[in-house]
């Protein structure tokens, strides 16, 4: 009876905190967006100061309350997640008057992004040394590289030959059509080529440290591999999901495509204890996504 019991709470606990790393994430990343205004909560500052001031009392609870202490490394990393949220919002886009590219052309892209993932990125490490952790905690670290570059660099290429094969179709087709509608020419595109790996590398890094370097460390003991990999690939993909203005159907088979490669990369960070294997791999399908960026440039 007495083993019955221990493992009943041993799966009311994992349920809990899968349930908490799950509401808590789309709190953050979901209803305090700052790029998209699907809710009143997103792009508001009062609101993301006010749930990371949130997460970081229930950590320090947590911490405190024997019955929870099971908890408080996930409530460390939703306030993690939080503050760079905050701090981004609040420093929006610094880069753009300082470096003259706040356009939409692909340079202003680039320095947009490069504006997000500097702060998120040093929030995070920061506040990481802060708490006492050290760099391996989020995945910083070298673990299985050559594994990782390997996972990274294959994936990345094969997304590199995807993108150049659509390029290349839409550049042979219907100057009325495609890509090439917006008058976007090969050279064009050559010449953003430095921008577009400003771009994808910039958000691969913020992103996978942000959505996963911070929280999966702190999942695995609770949750287990699993659980772990599937509750930060449902955040993930719930976001990126409702950034995209599409029909519903077409939102249900985007959020299934993103949920999987969020399901891999956080597999390779598992697999490799480490993050530059996901950063590769992510930073091969942010390629895809420069091509409808290219075109309403």
């Not at 083993?3 to 899968?18: C, D, P, R, S």
């Not at 609870?61 to 409530?75: F, G």
């Not at 356009?103 to 802060?130: E, F, H, N, R, Y």
């Not at 995807?162 to 976007?184: H, N, T, W």
Request: glycine share 8%.
């Amino acid at each position: 009876m007495q083993a019955t019991n221990e493992k009943l709470h041993g799966k009311t606990t994992q349920i809990v905190a899968f349930l908490f790393y799950l509401i808590g994430g789309l709190m953050i990343f979901l209803w305090g967006a700052n790029t998209f205004n699907l809710f009143s909560t997103n792009k508001n500052i009062v609101y993301e100061w006010g749930i990371t001031l949130l997460f970081f009392l229930l950590a320090v609870i947590m911490r405190r309350v024997p019955r929870l202490q099971v908890y408080w490394k996930i409530a460390s990393a939703l306030f993690l997640a939080s503050a760079a949220n905050a701090i981004n919002m609040s420093l929006g886009n610094f880069l753009g008057p300082i470096l003259h590219a706040t356009g939409s052309d692909m340079q202003s892209l680039a320095v947009d992004k490069l504006s997000q993932a500097i702060p998120i990125v040093l929030t995070i490490i920061l506040l990481t040394l802060w708490q006492g952790d050290d760099l391996g905690s989020l995945f910083l670290k070298r673990g299985n590289l050559r594994l990782g570059l390997r996972f990274g660099l294959i994936s990345y290429a094969i997304f590199a030959v995807i993108f150049a094969v659509i390029v290349i179709i839409q550049a042979k087709g219907p100057a009325s059509q495609g890509l090439f509608a917006s008058g976007v020419s090969t050279t064009t595109i050559v010449a953003a080529i430095p921008w577009i790996l400003l771009f994808c590398f910039s958000n691969s890094f913020m992103e996978e440290l942000w959505f996963r370097g911070v929280s999966l460390r702190k999942l695995t003991p609770v949750l287990g591999w699993t659980s772990s990999i599937i509750v930060t690939a449902l955040v993930f993909g719930i976001t990126h999901a409702a950034a995209t203005y599409i029909t519903p159907i077409q939102m249900l088979l985007f959020s299934v495509i993103v949920i999987s490669l969020g399901l891999v990369n956080a597999y390779i960070m598992l697999k490799t204890d480490s993050i530059w294997g996901s950063v590769f791999f992510h930073a091969g399908y942010d390629l895809l996504v420069i091509i409808p960026l290219l075109a309403s440039t």
